[in-house]
């Protein structure tokens, strides 16, 4: 069973860096890219980035570029996600994600984890 | 960057009824779509990809259609667990992102 389990919720102050893990288990970590999806309170999703774990190569989105960093840990199956300057804006649910499903294609999201509440208060 | 409308905002309906959604995209995305249900507190799920492929363990009553730029998921007859909020979302090729709409929440009439 594909399990993608995320590190628990985060209390920062703006200006502070979080760093969010997901580790996976049930699929070889190296096999599929790992995403990260940003949802504020009641609002959409948006896509962030990604790794890819066999060679650590990353795609950020523009919107994120230059404050998020994506990382992947072969050696305990693990993804992480770090975003810098934190500003009440950032204060949101984050969902790591990977393929490796009954779709068979890159482009979609077959699993997800559980989600990480990540609060950006003075 | 391609960029994904859904229609309507919000859909009241009762149990029982037809529920048919929009996705439309600003440009081609062939049939490379795929639509998410997320529920409350919950990560979304996959219901449909390659625009009218059923994921694993999706209920026949989900379907998905369309090609190009106009894209519709219905639910035939709406089950008490349908009412969630649903998402289109593709992949660009140039520059490489993945992009959702803003999605339609499915609510009880």
């Known amino acids: 069973e594909v399990q993608l389990v995320q590190s628990g919720a985060e209390v920062k102050k703006p200006g502070a860096t979080v760093k969010i893990s997901c580790k996976v288990s049930?699929?070889?970590?190296?096999?599929?890219?790992m995403h990260w999806v940003q949802q504020a309170p009641g609002k959409g999703l948006e896509w962030m980035g990604l790794?890819?774990?066999?060679?650590?190569?990353?795609i950020y989105a523009e919107k994120f570029q230059g404050r998020v960093t994506i990382t992947a840990d072969t050696s305990t199956d693990t993804a992480y996600m770090e975003l810098s300057s934190l500003r009440s804006e950032d204060t949101a649910v984050y969902y790591c994600?990977?393929?490796?499903?009954?779709?068979?294609?890159?482009?979609?999201?077959?699993?997800w984890g559980q989600g990480t509440l990540v609060t950006v208060s003075s | 960057e391609i960029v994904l409308t859904q229609s309507p905002a919000t859909l009241s309906l009762s149990p029982g009824e037809r529920a048919t959604l929009s996705c439309r995209a600003s440009?081609?995305?062939?049939?490379?779509l795929a639509w998410y249900q997320q529920k409350p507190g919950q990560a979304p799920r996959l219901l449909i990809y390659?625009?009218?492929n059923r994921a694993t363990g999706i209920p026949a009553r989900f379907s998905g259609s369309g090609s190009g730029t106009d894209f519709t998921l219905t639910i035939s007859s709406l089950e008490p667990e349908d009412f969630a909020v649903y998402y289109c979302?593709?992949?660009?090729?140039?520059?490489?992102?993945?992009?959702f709409g803003q999605g339609t929440k499915v609510e009880i009439k």
């Open positions: 440009q081609s995305v062939s049939s490379y």
């Open positions: 390659d625009a009218s």
């Open positions: 049930g699929y070889t970590f190296t096999d599929y890219y």
């Open positions: 994600a990977t393929e490796g499903g009954s779709s068979h294609n890159p482009y979609y999201f077959d699993y």
């Open positions: 790794v890819d774990p066999e060679d650590g190569e990353t």
């Open positions: 979302q593709q992949r660009s090729n140039w520059p490489p992102a993945w992009t």
